[in-house]
């Protein structure tokens, strides 16, 4: 459920939420929220990267429907829509390796086509973008006024300049057709169901879990502020009951280096694996971690829910498929 620190005039107002890449990891948190709160939730996903396992558990929901659709392309969505929330991207590496011109293009036609479907029903849209804007920051911490640092041409360029391009299609859209848009700049998130390709806690967490080792590419110093995907979903929501029409940073402030979250996991975990050091991926930051003053003065929003527990409801969940999986299993 979500709770009083969304500020009042809320989500009541809305009737039918569209969420694209609502099958995805972030999203299926996005659109349980919305039911939560009463609203219609039509997911628009591909499951290009996403999994119908996802959203398993909100099939049967009252006002949930599944349109399985590439927003790349065109779509229709029925009648009565009044909040557009478009997430469907890729979100890691791996991912932009396997997928770059569909990154790119979901982040440009996809965000012209959902900002379409939004100015055509009068709606609300929120995108979801991204601290990979400010790309290997050189202002710490990064506030909005912050314009990046961003290699337009290296291993995530084409997510980075995607939604850079998103965010300036969103801004053009809101001052030439008046269409109300908010901004999510999400920082890294994590919790149960990400999946452990490429995304550092959920590695880690998978690592751990099985008896592997834990691999940190670099040296480990580098920084990261992950935030519990609840209250990612949290944020994201707040943005969207709001009038604000600017980007927002959506994030936690709880700043930790990838080797002591190594630490923090294995032992969370009460796993013995060793620590193995690879080479850095490029273009990693060297250092994360959001200013959400405006968050908090804006929306009334902040994470509520600290690293420790994040990260052992994180392991449980890892725990929990991996007995569900390998019946038998001791971990
Ligand atoms: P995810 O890959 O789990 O979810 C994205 C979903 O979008 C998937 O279900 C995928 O199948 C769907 N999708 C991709 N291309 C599509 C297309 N062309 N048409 C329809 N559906 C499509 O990723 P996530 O971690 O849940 O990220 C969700 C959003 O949040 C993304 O926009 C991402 O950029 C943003 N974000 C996530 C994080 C994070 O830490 N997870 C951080 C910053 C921003």
């Known amino acids: 459920m979500l709770d009083n620190s969304i500020r009042d005039g809320s989500l009541s107002r809305f009737r039918r939420a569209v969420v694209t890449g609502g099958g995805g990891f972030v999203g299926s948190y996005v659109a349980e929220q919305l039911l939560d709160s009463g609203l219609d939730v039509i997911c628009v996903d591909n499951f290009s990267t996403g999994h119908p396992s996802y959203i398993e558990h909100l099939r049967d929901r009252p006002g949930f429907t599944l349109l399985e659709a590439d927003v790349t392309e065109e779509f229709e969505a029925p009648e009565g829509i009044d909040l557009v929330l478009h997430l469907a991207s890729p979100a890691s590496i791996p991912e932009f390796a396997r997928l770059p011109i569909e990154t790119m ?41 912050y314009w990046g640092n961003v290699n337009p041409i290296g291993a995530r360029s084409v997510y980075d300049e995607a939604k850079r391009y998103a965010e300036a299609m969103t801004v053009a859209y809101g001052s030439k057709f008046g269409v109300s848009v908010g901004i999510a700049r999400i920082f890294n998130s994590y919790g ?13 967490v998978a690592q751990a879990v099985a008896g592997l080792p834990l691999r940190i590419h670099g040296d480990g110093a580098q920084t990261r502020s992950p935030c519990f995907v609840e209250d990612t979903a949290r944020g994201i929501l707040a943005i969207a009951a709001s009038d604000y029409q600017r980007p927002i940073n ?41 200013d959400i003053t405006l968050a908090k003065q804006e929306l009334g929003w902040e994470p509520q829910v600290p690293l420790a527990e994040g990260l052992r409801r994180t392991v449980d969940d890892a725990v929990q498929a991996r007995r569900s999986t390998n019946p038998g299993v001791s971990t």
């Open 250 to 290: 959506i994030g936690n402030t709880e700043e930790v280096t990838i080797h002591d979250l190594a630490l923090m996991i294995r032992k969370v975990a009460g796993s013995s694996s060793p620590i193995e050091y690879v080479a850095a991926d490029e273009d990693d930051p060297r250092q994360r971690c959001p």
């Open 105 to 145: 293009l979901v982040g440009s036609a996809g965000t012209y086509h959902t900002l379409r479907l939004a100015h055509r029903h009068g709606a609300r849209y929120v995108l979801a973008s991204t601290s990979e804007i400010y790309g290997d920051p050189q202002q710490h911490p990064q506030s909005e006024q």
């Open 192 to 204: 149960p169901r990400m999946r452990p390709d490429g995304r550092v806690i959920s590695g880690f």
